[in-house]
C-alpha cells in the first residue's frame, strides 16, 4: 500500500494509473469492520482503491467533539494493509485547507441541509461537502464508496454531486451498516464508550426495531414515543431525535399511508457521546 500525504505525491501515483478504475472511500479514521466492507467491495468492482483520513475541522460543530476524535493512525495502517487497499492518502489540515477557514464555499443542498443532523449539527453538511468536493477534484474516482449508517451525509453528497462541476463524475455506492453481534451499528466513537454504556448504546438499535417492528398507519406517535423512553431508561441521557421519513425524499412522516419506503433515524447521546442510527422499512 502506498501512503502520501500531499496533492503532488497522489498526483505522480495518479498519472501511472490511467486506464485503471478507482474507487474512492473516505473515512475519518479509527477504523473498524464497517469501513473495511467499504474498502473490501471498492476492491471487488475497482482496479484501485483510494482510501483517505481526515478528520475535517469543517464538519464538528463543536471544538470538543473534534478534539476527542479518536485517531489510531498505526492500526488503521495495518486493517487497510491488511485488506489490500491500494493507497492510503493521509493529508494535514493545511493541505485541505490552505488558506484556513475563511471564504469557503457554500453549497446549495436545499431542505435536506437543515433537517434531522443539520438541525442539531449546523453547518455540518457544509463541512462534509467542502472536503468531499475536495476530494474528488483530485481523485478521479469512477466508484464512491458510502455507508448507509449516515444515510442523510448519503443523501447530502448525492445532491452535492448534482451541484458541482466534475471531470468524471463517481457512481455512489451505498452500502449496508455493518453490526456487532448485539445490534449496535459499529462506529469510530463507540470506542469512547466504557462496558457498561456499549451495552446502553445497544438500545439505539432496539429502539429503532422496535419501530420498525410495530408501525403501522395510526401508530407513529405513540412508536416514536416508546423508543425514545427505551433509550432514555436504558443509559441514554438525552435524545436528539426519533424520527420516521420518506427513505427516497427524507421528508418526515407524520402520517404513514402504509405504503412509503421508510428510513427511520436516531440520534442520541450517552453522556458527551453521540451515537447516530438508522433502519430502512420494509427492508
Ligand atoms: P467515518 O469515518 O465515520 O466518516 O465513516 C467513513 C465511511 O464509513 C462513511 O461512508 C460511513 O457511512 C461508513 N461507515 C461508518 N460506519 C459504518 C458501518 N457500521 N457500516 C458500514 N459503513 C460504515
Same mark, same amino acid.
Given at each position: 500500500?502506498?501512503?502520501?500525504?500531499?496533492?503532488? @505525491?497522489?498526483?505522480?501515483?495518479?498519472?501511472?494509473?490511467?486506464?485503471?478504475?478507482?474507487?474512492?472511500?473516505?473515512?475519518?479514521?479509527?477504523?473498524?469492520?464497517?469501513?473495511?466492507?467499504?474498502?473490501?467491495?471498492?476492491?471487488?468492482?475497482?482496479?484501485?482503491?483510494?482510501?483517505?483520513?481526515?478528520?475535517?475541522?469543517?464538519?464538528?460543530?463543536?471544538?470538543?467533539?473534534?478534539?476527542?476524535?479518536?485517531?489510531?493512525?498505526?492500526?488503521?495502517?495495518?486493517?487497510?494493509?491488511?485488506?489490500?487497499?491500494?493507497?492510503?492518502?493521509?493529508? @494535514?489540515?493545511?493541505?485541505?485547507?490552505?488558506?484556513?477557514?475563511?471564504?469557503?464555499?457554500?453549497?446549495?443542498?436545499?431542505?435536506?441541509?437543515?433537517?434531522?443532523?443539520?438541525?442539531?449539527?449546523?453547518?455540518?453538511?457544509?463541512?462534509?461537502?467542502?472536503?468531499?468536493?475536495?476530494?474528488?477534484?483530485?481523485?478521479?474516482?469512477?466508484?464512491?464508496?458510502?455507508?448507509?449508517?449516515?444515510?442523510?451525509?448519503?443523501?447530502?453528497?448525492?445532491?452535492?454531486?448534482?451541484?458541482?462541476?466534475?471531470?468524471?463524475?463517481?457512481?455512489?455506492?451505498?452500502?449496508?451498516?455493518?453490526?456487532?453481534?448485539?445490534?449496535?451499528?459499529?462506529?469510530?466513537?463507540?470506542?469512547?464508550?466504557?462496558?457498561?454504556?456499549?451495552?446502553?448504546?445497544?438500545?439505539?438499535?432496539? @429502539?429503532?426495531?422496535?419501530?420498525?417492528?410495530?408501525?403501522?398507519?395510526?401508530?407513529?406517535?405513540?412508536?416514536?414515543?416508546?423508543?425514545?423512553?427505551?433509550?432514555?431508561?436504558?443509559?441514554?441521557?438525552?435524545?436528539?431525535?426519533?424520527?420516521?421519513?420518506?427513505?427516497?425524499?427524507?421528508?418526515?412522516?407524520?402520517?404513514?399511508?402504509?405504503?412509503?419506503?421508510?428510513?427511520?433515524?436516531? @440520534?442520541?447521546?450517552?453522556?458527551?457521546?453521540?451515537?447516530?442510527?438508522?433502519?430502512?422499512?420494509?427492508?
Amino acid at each position: 500500500m502506498l501512503i502520501v500525504s500531499t496533492i503532488n @505525491a497522489l498526483n505522480d501515483i495518479l498519472i501511472n494509473l490511467k486506464g485503471k478504475s478507482i474507487g474512492f472511500v473516505p473515512t475519518m479514521g479509527a477504523l473498524h469492520e464497517g469501513h473495511l466492507s467499504l474498502i473490501q467491495k471498492s476492491n471487488q468492482k475497482a482496479d484501485i482503491t483510494i482510501c483517505s483520513i481526515f478528520v475535517n475541522p469543517t464538519q464538528f460543530n463543536q471544538q470538543a467533539d473534534f478534539d476527542q476524535y479518536p485517531k489510531t493512525v498505526d492500526n488503521d495502517i495495518r486493517l487497510l494493509k491488511n485488506n489490500n487497499c491500494s493507497i492510503l492518502f493521509l493529508p @494535514a489540515i493545511n493541505e485541505v485547507y490552505p488558506n484556513g477557514y475563511n471564504s469557503l464555499n457554500t453549497y446549495n443542498l436545499g431542505f435536506i441541509e437543515n433537517l434531522l443532523e443539520g438541525k442539531y449539527r449546523p453547518r455540518h453538511f457544509q463541512g462534509v461537502c467542502l472536503v468531499i468536493e475536495w476530494f474528488l477534484k483530485i481523485i478521479p474516482a469512477d466508484y464512491l464508496f458510502l455507508g448507509q449508517k449516515d444515510y442523510q451525509q448519503c443523501m447530502v453528497i448525492k445532491q452535492l454531486l448534482n451541484i458541482i462541476q466534475l471531470d468524471k463524475k463517481p457512481s455512489i455506492e451505498i452500502m449496508p451498516t455493518l453490526r456487532e453481534q448485539t445490534g449496535l451499528a459499529m462506529s469510530s466513537r463507540n470506542s469512547r464508550l466504557n462496558h457498561d454504556e456499549r451495552i446502553s448504546a445497544t438500545f439505539m438499535y432496539k @429502539a429503532l426495531f422496535y419501530i420498525v417492528e410495530n408501525l403501522k398507519p395510526g401508530n407513529e406517535v405513540e412508536c416514536i414515543e416508546h423508543a425514545s423512553q427505551l433509550l432514555l431508561s436504558n443509559g441514554f441521557d438525552k435524545v436528539d431525535y426519533i424520527t420516521i421519513a420518506d427513505a427516497k425524499t427524507l421528508e418526515i412522516v407524520h402520517i404513514w399511508d402504509g405504503e412509503t419506503h421508510l428510513v427511520v433515524l436516531g @440520534a442520541a447521546f450517552i453522556n458527551d457521546v453521540r451515537l447516530i442510527d438508522n433502519l430502512l422499512f420494509p427492508k
